[in-house]
């Protein structure tokens, strides 16, 4: 009988466009401490613009023999220092990573011409056509993306990166930005990660547990342990870990994630973190509303937070 497994991981993905430390005490078998992988950090190499006030590098960072791409834009004129921003790629499943395209750059050129430095960064275990996959390849993404810690792993790297190589950058202005299931990942490095200073959330999936629940048993079955990582995962395991400025947004209208889980989310973050803010709008659906309202608003909140 033929395996359910990449249709329903096709069913997951939260992305609208098809194609488009350690705090907590951790659950049994959770690779849950600091990063050990051996990185090998290339130099920045040479900038192209891309438009006018744009300009990005493209590197490699090699992490215990596994490639990740990390694309840095700079303004033209920059400042003395730049804030940073680090961007992770939108449309994972939640159990599997993602890489960088091109049309991810819409996501990254705003902050740019508002003055800000970007780091945008692959996601370990990426499953390049869900659909379509076989198992193998499957359960193969998503023990990468176990072993990334939900792509963690890859924000510190991305971090260390440009704070070793990219000059000018101010370490006490380092924010994590996303949207969908890239908003998710933002919100666990936030938690997570204590050089990150701000986190901007759109439409994100807070409960990865519940989005995921009926693909659980088979990744259970293949990789014990995996309901644990799950809920590791879920930003809302630890909204008590989330301490620094926040900026959630999300339209009510969205039939991808509901706005209703982000309400919630707020709600559990405010209870411990007065620095929470919640945006909504009304309508326009899971993706436009972040372009046209949400990255404008992000920047001059992101601008409006005190320096150091």
Not at 87 to 110: C, F, K, N, Q, Y
Request: aromatic share 8%; with cysteine.
């Amino acid at each position: 009988m033929a395996s359910r497994l990449p249709a329903v991981l096709a069913a997951l993905t939260l992305s609208a466009l098809a194609g488009c430390v350690g705090k907590p005490t951790p659950p049994p078998g959770l690779p849950l401490m600091t990063n050990t992988v051996p990185v090998v950090f290339p130099e920045l190499g040479p900038s192209r613009e891309l438009e006018a006030g744009v300009t990005v590098h493209e590197a490699t960072i090699n992490r215990g023999g596994v490639p990740m791409k990390v694309w840095v834009y700079k303004p033209d004129k920059p400042a003395d220092k730049l804030a940073l921003v680090l961007v992770p790629p939108a449309g994972s499943t939640l159990i599997a990573g993602m890489g960088l395209a091109d049309g991810d750059r819409a996501e990254h050129i705003p902050y740019v011409k508002a003055g800000f430095a970007v780091a945008a960064f692959e996601i370990d275990g990426p499953v390049s056509d869900a659909q379509q996959s076989s198992d193998t390849a499957v359960f193969k993404g998503a023990r990468e993306f176990r072993a990334a810690r939900a792509g963690i792993d890859n924000a510190q790297a991305a971090l260390d990166f440009v704070l070793a190589k990219v000059p000018g950058i101010d370490p006490e202005r380092v924010a994590v930005a996303g949207h969908s299931s890239a908003a998710t990942l933002a919100l666990l490095v936030a938690e997570y990660e204590p050089r990150v200073k701000a986190c901007v959330a759109y439409a994100p999936c807070t409960d990865v547990a519940s989005r995921v629940a009926q693909f659980t048993p088979l990744l259970e079955r293949n990789q014990p342990g995996y309901a644990d990582f799950l809920t590791f995962s879920s930003p809302k395991t630890h909204p008590e870990q989330l301490t620094c400025p926040l900026f959630l947004f999300h339209a009510q209208d969205d039939n991808n994630v509901p706005f209703a889980e982000t309400n919630r989310f707020y709600d559990a973050v405010r209870k411990t973190n007065p620095r929470a803010t919640l945006v909504k709008v009304a309508r326009g659906g899971h993706f436009d509303p972040m372009i046209r309202e949400g990255i404008p608003k992000a920047i001059a909140w992101l601008k409006a937070l005190p320096k150091g």
